[in-house]
């Protein structure tokens, strides 16, 4: 004689081990960064989308460029880790860095950022910005009164740092981190698709430089975090010298004083940042 067992009902409690097991289970699954193909559709997306964005922006140039950010920059990547079953904490890490790492991102693009508006003051007097450039620029840097300043830097100074540093040193770099097994190497050609999704020859070094800066800070860092905080204090900091009147902005730029301060501002950063850090991280391509 066979003695059954009952039949188990579904919606008993399972052991706390059999709930703990599905979840990390499936986290086994998820790799850590995209592959090349995984990239370059994504980024595929995103040039695809913004069409429909430069309607947007045509039909309102602040609202539409906040609305591109969101919908067709930072949407597109966290769709990507969803389909490619992608690790969101190794994609996009968050993880507080240290105050430390912080303030030495923030006094790193401070002094970057004078550097290279000198040096835009001589390539402007060889290479212009075109007229047509120039007025989409005034246009969004316009505002009304100390409130609509606020929301001007908050649109256009911190929403576009968190979206394009979550696709470009979060997404990007990782999968070309993965692709060329060399930081260097990964964060050079992050920087050049990054200078490039920009669409704007006239500013191309200037984005360059940028994006090598950005994908150190995320790759020292382990973070997103600083590279976030560099990216809309940079912004926020060109906005801000181009309200000024054109007499103080040149005057501010090309002064000597200036020129210290901005040194200062990267000694500063190397000694917050860590050289044995940086040195490791560029000791060789």
């Known amino acids: 004689m066979t003695i059954e067992a009952p039949p188990s009902d579904p919606d008993a409690p399972q052991p706390a081990s059999c709930r703990d097991a599905v979840p990390a289970l499936a986290a086994r699954f998820l790799r850590r960064a995209p592959e090349r193909r995984e990239i370059a559709l994504t980024l595929g997306l995103v040039l695809l989308l913004n069409i429909p964005g430069g309607f947007l922006q045509l039909a309102n140039l602040r609202w539409g460029l906040f609305a591109t950010q969101i919908l067709f920059i930072a949407a597109p990547v966290f769709l990507a880790i969803h389909v490619f079953y992608l690790d969101p904490g190794a994609v996009l890490p968050l993880r507080w860095p240290g105050s430390s ?16 508006n000198y040096a835009l003051l001589w390539q402007d007097r060889y290479f212009p910005l075109p007229t047509l450039w120039q007025g989409l620029f005034e246009e969004l840097a316009a505002y009304d009164g100390p409130a609509d300043l ?7 100074g911190v929403v ?22 060399s930081a260097p190497k990964a964060i050079l050609v992050g920087a050049l ?12 070094l200037v984005l360059l430089a940028i994006g090598v800066y950005l994908g150190f800070l995320a790759r020292r860092s382990g973070s997103l975090l600083p590279a976030m905080l560099a990216h809309a204090l940079n912004n926020v900091l060109s906005i801000s010298l181009a309200e000024l009147p054109e007499a103080w902005r040149d005057s501010l730029v090309q002064s000597s004083w200036s020129h210290a301060g901005a040194a200062g501002c990267l000694v500063a950063a190397a000694l917050l940042l860590g050289p044995s850090g940086w040195r490791q991280e560029f000791r060789m391509l």
């Open 101 to 116: 790492l912080l303030a030495g991102a923030a006094f790193g693009i401070a002094g970057l950022n004078h550097f290279l």
């Open 150 to 156: 606020v929301l001007l830097l908050l649109l256009v």
């Open 160 to 181: 576009p740092a968190v979206c394009e540093e979550l696709l470009f040193r979060g997404f990007v770099q990782a999968g070309l981190l993965r692709e060329f097994e």
């Open 193 to 204: 698709v990054f200078a490039g999704f920009h669409l704007n020859p006239w500013r191309m």
